[in-house]
């Protein structure tokens, strides 16, 4: 996953990140990114936001998983009643939050977008699971 984030980052700078820094289209400052480590390009700095995001993502599982092998929870399931509501909403924000913490600390994005973030790829996530599920490609929500 953080290796599809990378190259996938990159080539989303390498082909789009000066049209949209042009256009004024970016959430982040990708070349500033990469200038303050010494490059002066948009692909380092989409590839840095996205292994940031991909390692955040997976990290951000971590925590979540430990806590329900505690409660006795199965791998992919949520549990019952309201611990089960709990967890399938921490299921879907957990790696997204981590992930958007991780850009607030190492490349200061605004709280305003760390929360809008939040919201939009939590929803996203919760609507891709979703879409797996009924196509019989991911076995539980």
Same mark, same amino acid.
């Given at each position: ?6 190259? +996938?980052?990159?080539?989303?700078g ?8 042009? #256009?004024?289209?970016?959430c %982040?400052?990708?070349?500033?990114? @990469? ?10 700095g989409? =590839?840095?936001?996205?292994?940031? %995001? ?7 599982? %971590?925590?979540?998983s %430990?806590?329900?092998?505690? +409660? ?7 549990? $019952?009643?309201?611990?089960? $509501?709990l967890f399938?909403?921490? &299921?879907?924000? &957990?790696?997204?939050?981590?992930? +958007?913490?991780? =850009? ?16 939009? =790829?939590?929803?996203?996530h ?5 879409m797996?599920? @009924?196509? #019989?490609? $991911? $076995?539980?929500?």
């Open positions: 996953m953080v290796l599809t984030c990378s190259v +996938l980052g990159s080539l989303q390498m082909l789009f990140g000066e049209w949209a820094h042009i #256009n004024e289209l970016e %982040l400052d990708y070349l500033m990114i @990469s200038i303050n480590l010494n490059f002066s390009s948009f692909t380092v989409y =590839l840095l936001v996205n292994l940031t %995001l991909g390692t955040g993502y997976i990290l951000g599982e %971590l925590p979540n %430990l806590i329900k092998r505690q +409660l006795k929870i199965a791998p992919g399931q949520h549990g $019952k009643k309201t611990i089960g $509501k399938l909403v921490i &299921d879907h924000l &957990d790696s997204v939050i981590f992930s +958007l913490v991780l =850009l607030v600390i190492l490349f200061n994005i605004s709280w305003a977008l760390f929360f809008m973030g939040t919201i939009v =790829l939590g929803i996203t919760y609507v891709i699971v979703l797996l599920y @009924s196509f #019989n490609i $991911k $076995k539980s929500l």
